[in-house]
């Protein structure tokens, strides 16, 4: 293993911090290492494993269609983009009509933020603190964590953070200026923060209100993630804008931004506005629409929720002067500590369990939907060792 992470320390760009373990082969909620231990995922690659690793279906998907096309630029028309996008308009909230097709999550909130200027004719953005939105210069201007953000300014200009669950804060931050607020259904990476269920209906009238549109972020929340298929299901929601990306394509990079009536009505969104060379390319495209199978096939939405809640009851009896508080919804987990998170992570590693902070202070399990009840079981059993 030492070789393996000898090498990759010798060339990689040195932005990761890394745990001292290679990965090399994953199956459902089952990770291993070099050397052959295996590890219990409480990360899912960042939550993009929702449907478990080392899937049949997405390899033969991709296998099937390597050997036909792997890449189609949008210049022309292709029979499996074509079907993913139906279908993606058919599973995502109601009031999405168009999508556009891209790579990763920060190229699918770039896109939104352009769209939303442009349908708007308006420049001002509104985010909110902890908010975590990508890396790339736009998305990155509506990210909240500072050290992220300050080294790269300037930034885009007309962006402003304003406290999230706060109506009043919105009603100032919103006006005839703003294009959009662009917000996430659980703040994941900024700590694991639950919307108050008033919050977003409000948010919603708000910007219908003054001419804004709602951008909404489900790249970490969507596809079963917070137990429903999307989290704007529980709230019935219908966002102007849906960025989507993790695990959309099970595993595959793919992003997608699902444009609304009030974007598609605005006549603004034409030819030449937007572009990407591998979006929508037909070998992600497959892999979606087996992983869209999968999710459908395996219920695994309605599964997450049904573990949601024997996680949260057993997270929740344990009493430890650690834990700070437990929050999350559906499999979207996160446990505040009264100390860094840090050497607890590392402890977990040792113990074979992979989990993830959510800012210095929250442990987050992100586990692939697929885990069994005897596999987080175990997991919480480290944990809660590991805890104390
Ligand atoms: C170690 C590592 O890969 N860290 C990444 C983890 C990012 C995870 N979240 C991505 C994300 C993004 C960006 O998505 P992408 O570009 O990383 O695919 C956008 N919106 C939300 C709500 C998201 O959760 C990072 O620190 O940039």
Same mark, same amino acid.
């Given at each position: 293993?030492?070789?393996?992470?000898?090498?990759?320390?010798?060339?990689?760009?040195?932005?990761?911090?890394?745990?001292?373990?290679?990965?090399?082969?994953?199956?459902?909620?089952?990770?291993?290492?070099?050397?052959?231990?295996?590890?219990?995922?409480?990360?899912?690659?960042?939550?993009?494993?929702?449907?478990?690793?080392?899937?049949?279906?997405?390899? +033969? %998907? @991709?296998?099937?269609?390597?050997?036909? =096309?792997?890449?189609?630029? /949008? *210049?022309?028309?292709?029979?499996? $983009?074509?079907?993913?996008?139906?279908?993606?308009?058919?599973?995502?909230?109601?009031?999405?009509?168009?999508?556009?097709?891209?790579?990763?999550?920060?190229?699918?909130?770039?896109?939104?933020?352009?769209?939303?200027?442009?349908?708007?004719?308006?420049?001002?953005?509104?985010?909110?603190?902890?908010?975590?939105?990508?890396?790339?210069?736009?998305?990155?201007?509506?990210?909240?964590?500072?050290?992220?953000?300050?080294?790269?300014?300037?930034?885009?200009?007309?962006?402003?953070?304003?406290?999230?669950?706060?109506?009043?804060?919105?009603?100032?931050?919103?006006?005839?200026?703003?294009?959009?607020?662009?917000?996430?259904?659980?703040?994941?990476?900024?700590?694991?923060?639950?919307?108050?269920?008033?919050?977003?209906?409000?948010? +919603? %009238? @708000?910007?219908?209100?003054?001419?804004? =549109?709602?951008?909404?972020? /489900? *790249?970490?929340?969507?596809?079963? $993630?917070?137990?429903?298929?999307?989290?704007?299901?529980?709230?019935?929601?219908?966002?102007?804008?849906?960025?989507?990306?993790?695990?959309?394509?099970?595993?595959?990079?793919?992003?997608?931004?699902?444009?609304?009536?009030?974007?598609?009505?605005?006549?603004?969104?034409?030819?030449?506005?937007?572009?990407?060379?591998?979006?929508?390319?037909?070998?992600?495209?497959?892999?979606?629409?087996?992983?869209?199978?999968?999710?459908?096939?395996?219920?695994?939405?309605?599964?997450?929720?049904?573990?949601?809640?024997?996680?949260?009851?057993?997270?929740?009896?344990?009493?430890?002067?650690?834990?700070?508080?437990?929050?999350?919804?559906?499999?979207?987990?996160?446990?505040?500590?009264?100390?860094?998170?840090?050497?607890?992570?590392?402890?977990?590693?040792?113990?074979?369990?992979?989990?993830?902070?959510?800012?210095?202070?929250?442990?987050?399990?992100?586990?692939?939907?697929?885990?069994?009840?005897?596999?987080?079981?175990?997991?919480?059993?480290?944990?809660?060792?590991?805890?104390?």
């Amino acid at each position: 293993m030492s070789t393996i992470i000898d090498v990759e320390n010798t060339y990689t760009s040195g932005v990761y911090g890394k745990r001292p373990v290679a990965i090399v082969r994953g199956k459902g909620a089952l990770l291993w290492d070099a050397e052959g231990r295996e590890y219990i995922d409480c990360a899912a690659g960042h939550g993009v494993a929702n449907i478990g690793h080392g899937r049949p279906e997405i390899a +033969a %998907a @991709l296998a099937a269609q390597a050997q036909r =096309l792997i890449t189609c630029p /949008e *210049i022309v028309y292709n029979d499996v $983009r074509a079907q993913l996008l139906q279908r993606l308009i058919e599973i995502t909230p109601e009031g999405l009509t168009h999508a556009f097709l891209c790579n990763s999550g920060t190229e699918a909130v770039e896109g939104a933020l352009k769209f939303a200027r442009l349908a708007t004719g308006r420049t001002g953005i509104v985010a909110t603190l902890r908010g975590f939105h990508g890396r790339s210069m736009g998305a990155l201007s509506t990210t909240w964590e500072k050290s992220y953000r300050e080294p790269f300014a300037p930034l885009i200009p007309d962006v402003k953070h304003i406290r999230y669950n706060d109506l009043a804060a919105a009603e100032a931050a919103i006006t005839e200026q703003t294009a959009a607020i662009i917000i996430e259904l659980v703040q994941a990476e900024g700590g694991v923060h639950v919307p108050q269920a008033d919050y977003l209906a409000g948010l +919603a %009238a @708000l910007c219908r209100e003054r001419g804004a =549109l709602l951008i909404v972020d /489900e *790249i970490q929340t969507g596809f079963g $993630r917070t137990g429903a298929l999307f989290a704007c299901n529980h709230y019935n929601l219908q966002p102007d804008i849906l960025c989507l990306a993790k695990s959309l394509a099970g595993g595959v990079p793919m992003g997608a931004i699902c444009l609304g009536q009030r974007v598609m009505e605005s006549g603004r969104i034409t030819k030449g506005a937007h572009g990407s060379t591998f979006g929508g390319n037909p070998l992600a495209c497959a892999a979606s629409l087996a992983t869209i199978d999968i999710f459908e096939r395996e219920q695994l939405a309605p599964r997450a929720a049904a573990l949601s809640t024997q996680v949260f009851e057993r997270l929740r009896s344990w009493r430890s002067p650690l834990i700070r508080e437990v929050r999350g919804q559906g499999l979207l987990i996160g446990i505040e500590l009264t100390k860094r998170v840090q050497p607890y992570l590392e402890a977990l590693c040792e113990r074979g369990v992979l989990a993830l902070p959510a800012g210095p202070t929250v442990l987050r399990l992100l586990p692939p939907l697929v885990i069994s009840e005897e596999q987080i079981n175990r997991a919480l059993d480290i944990v809660a060792d590991v805890l104390g």
